[in-house]
C-alpha cells in the first residue's frame, strides 16, 4: 500500500472512531441538515452518466431538490447550467443549504474556504474524503462540515426510516 493511501485509510478510520481533530457532524446530524436543505451545490458535478456525481445529482433533483453544478469543465449537467466556482454559483443564483463535494481530499480545503465565505449551510465531503485542514477551515468559518458520508444514502435513509416525504 502507498504512503498516500496508507494516510488517506489512518484519516478515515480516525473519523469512524471519532478521533478526530476537529468535530464533524455525525450521520444522524448529517440528516437532519439533508431534511431541512432545499439548494444543493454539486462540486465536481459531471455531465458522464457514469461518475458518481452525475447518479447522485440525478438521485437528488429526482427527489426535489434544487441541485447547481460546480465544475469549469462542464457547461451544464442533467440540464442546469455549470458553474466554475462556488462564488460564481452563489452570485448568478443565491446561497447554498449544502455544498456536495466529489473531488480528491487534497482539493477539499479551497473548497471548504469558499463554503465559509458564501456562507453555505454546511461543508459535505462524499464518500472516501476526509480532510481534516478542510474539516477545520470549515469549522472555523461556523460552516458545520460533513465527511464520507453519501447525501444520497443519508437521503434514503431518511426516507427508510420516515423521517422525509420527498
Do not use: K
Request: one cysteine or more; hydrophobic letters at 40%; charged letters at 25%.
Amino acid at each position: 500500500m502507498a504512503t498516500d493511501d496508507r494516510a488517506r485509510a489512518r484519516e478515515i478510520l480516525d473519523l469512524q472512531e471519532g478521533r478526530g481533530p476537529v468535530p464533524v457532524l455525525s450521520a444522524s446530524a448529517a440528516q437532519d441538515l439533508l431534511a431541512d436543505a432545499r439548494r444543493i451545490c454539486v462540486v465536481g458535478a459531471s455531465s458522464d452518466r457514469s461518475r458518481p456525481s452525475h447518479g447522485v445529482m440525478r438521485y437528488l433533483q429526482h427527489h426535489g431538490y434544487e441541485c447547481v453544478p460546480v465544475n469549469p469543465r462542464e457547461r451544464d449537467v442533467l440540464g442546469v447550467r455549470s458553474f466554475a466556482t462556488i462564488e460564481e454559483a452563489v452570485l448568478e443564483s443565491g446561497p447554498f443549504d449544502v455544498i456536495d463535494v466529489f473531488r480528491r481530499p487534497e482539493y477539499t480545503p479551497a473548497i471548504a474556504r469558499s463554503a465559509v465565505a458564501t456562507n453555505a449551510g454546511v461543508l459535505w465531503l462524499q464518500l472516501g474524503v476526509v480532510n481534516w485542514e478542510a474539516a477545520r477551515i470549515s469549522q472555523e468559518g461556523g460552516v458545520p462540515v460533513v465527511m464520507d458520508l453519501c447525501t444520497a444514502i443519508e437521503h434514503r435513509r431518511l426516507r427508510e426510516a420516515r423521517r422525509l416525504s420527498r
